[in-house]
């Protein structure tokens, strides 16, 4: 039998509480989250995220907040993180592992001493951290136009719709923070009393699990999460197969308790969801299409908060079970409207007026203005023209893919502020290492991308953050200049033996297009650090990172210097992954990206 067997739940959950700053510590995790990640224990866009940053600090910040998402997420799992991290390869590799295995095996841990019951923040420290945003909003007031701020919403946290989006853009939402400490005697099976799921309980429906929110339960809202997506009680009923139920207070459990009784007894409080009865139609689109306000509110639906003790009794949700399919969970949807493209995103989309969603080569667009560009009529409907995978619009709408705001929703995309609209024109995410980070994001006044300060080349200097010019990114200054460089077509040997200090605009373009391509971030930093048996096959190693440091530090004399390394990248993945086509794609696919635009770039004509 496993000695973890021997130790009760609750105080590996303690133990694992008090570790989760060393376990951050640890030199190079990037083994240990891959362990956790193929054992199903941290979500993968999370992975992704974590796994790219080139900052230990930043890496170890994040890794907390994974392991802090584990413990407040997916507590139930801390046992199975135990026994895939105790293993004899994973400890060896990180000896903290090894000295917290001995701690729990030889039962030292229990004299480790009584940690004080966790309490809210005090009202007085909201409101000093209300001043100190408001010093902080100050600060940055003079560089609104170059600074986006990154504590707004990501990708993952989707804006709810409806009118109780109230914070103010730019202002944290406050995470709640949970009590944590061991159950008393005689509550073992009534988890739902304990200190530690006073926010969110972790329920049950045939086979399928999920955690329940309960303050939007309480609200009436979408309140169980499971994986990326969110589900109201009926929905999740459905997902998990036992739709013909048509009860999911009996349905969903916790600990084999109904959902019901616990609202019964006092210890939930559920609102009453009501959903708008509609006839199904008979065709798509019908012949006295309209394309007016009404037409944008006709697919709103918005849960009446109405406590069961307020009404005595509750509604179902009523019409076709929601297909829940593989466009649930995406983010991001590649559009075309006529000969026009681009990528919406879910996170920005509210309605046909609101949220600039709509990302093209050149711009931020609204749905309405995507249609009206690429078809020039102002008449146009948004839903039937703009296209995903051949179907139009609409049909994201009716599978629920994409979610109507409110006619009333207040929230930072419907009725956005100046600095709002200011924001909207960039894009959320840093265009080379395709995160937030901890920085603020530095935006181009001609292009609607963004960069962190260190992934521009060249870098970006702090003088530039403060004054009232126009900011232009590397990308805008080459296309611009572009015709006027070379008017002369070139040959390959001549511009290869070029002193690289007259071509380094060509060069940093280069290298930042490169980075911007490869959108999982696979040749940006050291394989060795992930590769064990790299350095046995590759001799000389190299990665896009590396490149960027050494042309900042001026370490290349001519051109062919500067490609030969880069191509160095190329040939190395073609070595090591001759077995992986998907990799060797990759690899091929970038290739070609840098050599046709490396000869765009020099107008050469070999």
Known sequence: MDPLDFLEHDELLSFFHCRKTEMSCMENPRTFLNQLRDHNLIPEDKYKTTIRMRSKDKMRKAVYELLDWLEKENSEHIPLFFRSVFKDVIMNQYPTLKLLHNSLMDGSFHF???LPERRETEESDERGSAKVSEGEEKETKTAKKKRKLTSGSSEGDDEQPGSSAKQTPGQKKKAKKIHFSSPRKGEVGEIWTWPLYKTQLPVTCGEMK??????????G???IQVDKQRFT???????AGKGSAKNWKLSIRCKDTPLGKLIKDGHLKAAVYKRRIRQARKALFVASHSNTDEEDSEDEEEAQPLTEEASGEETEEQGEPTQVGPDHYRSMFRVTCGALTGTLYKCRFASGKCGKSIRTEVSWMSPEE???TALNQRDASWRKDILYEGEPLSVLLEAKVLTMHSLLCKCKRCKPKPEDLDD???????CICKSEGE???VECDKCPRSFHQNCHLPHIDDTILGDDNQWLCTFCVFKLTEECRYPDEQRTEAVMSRQISQHMLECEYLLLYLCSSDEEQIFATDPREYLKNYCSIIKTPMWLEKIAGKLQRSEYQTVGEFVSDVQFIFTNSATYNRNNPEYLDMGEHLKQ???REFKKAFNIQD
Do not use: Q, Y
Not at 424 to 430: E, L, Q, R, V
């Open 112 to 114: 480790d001493p009584k």
């Open 210 to 219: 999920g955690t329940l929110i309960r303050d939007k339960l309480a609200n």
């Open 221 to 223: 809202e979408k309140c």
């Open 233 to 239: 009680p009926s929905e999740f009923e459905k997902f």
């Open 370 to 372: 995507f249609v009206n």
């Open 424 to 430: 909207d024109k960039n894009d959320d995410k840093c």
């Open 439 to 441: 920085e603020d994001l």
């Open 593 to 595: 990206l840098f050599d």
